[in-house]
């Protein structure tokens, strides 16, 4: 297995986050109550899989082997997926105030829920296209004598993490999924 080919498999994981949220905006726009406890768990999946785990992966290692090898970070392609993971977490930030403002019963709290969200889902949905189609196969190209070592880095990530956590959100990822489509 690639490396990048684990950080394709964690994208299909944030996809199923990315149709939660969808599901959840979809439910409060018709007024429809959704737990406080649901929200927070969508934003603690993306703070500590999504970003913890995955972006870091890309950021302190993928994208950082790349720019060691001649890979621009300013103006070029990784300049470009560094700006979107920044983007990323503006939105969920946005997401975790709404959610406190939506529980002590704000008015529109809802609104800024499902603005940041959707603006999450529009943002990664397209950020994942172009991290698999263009980003990866050119990190491919330019790093295949070393996958290896970044396999063994990336270890080094999930190790930090702790034990069983990576397969924890995935386990998460799936309720919420079943939760939101219900």
Request: proline share 2%.
């Amino acid at each position: 297995m690639k490396s990048t080919d684990t950080l394709m498999h964690e994208h299909r994981i944030i996809e199923k986050m990315l149709n939660v949220l969808s599901n959840y905006s979809i439910k409060l726009e018709q007024n429809k109550r959704v737990q406080p406890a649901q929200l927070r768990a969508c934003v603690d999946f993306i703070r500590m899989f999504a970003d913890t785990c995955h972006h870091h992966k890309e950021e302190g290692v993928l994208f950082a082997e790349m720019e060691s090898h001649g890979m621009p970070t300013n103006g070029g392609p990784v300049g470009v997926m560094l700006a979107e993971h920044e983007m990323g977490r503006n939105y969920v930030k946005g997401m975790a105030k709404a959610i406190d403002d939506y529980e002590n019963g704000v008015a529109n709290a809802d609104k800024e829920f499902v603005r940041n969200a959707q603006g999450y889902v529009g943002l990664l949905s397209q950020h994942i296209n172009k991290e698999d189609n263009i980003l990866y196969p050119m990190a491919e190209q330019m790093l295949s004598d070393m996958d290896d070592g970044l396999m063994e880095r990336f270890a080094e990530v999930e190790k930090k993490l702790g034990e069983g956590v990576h397969e924890k959100y995935e386990n998460i990822v799936s309720q919420l999924e079943k939760d939101s489509s219900s």
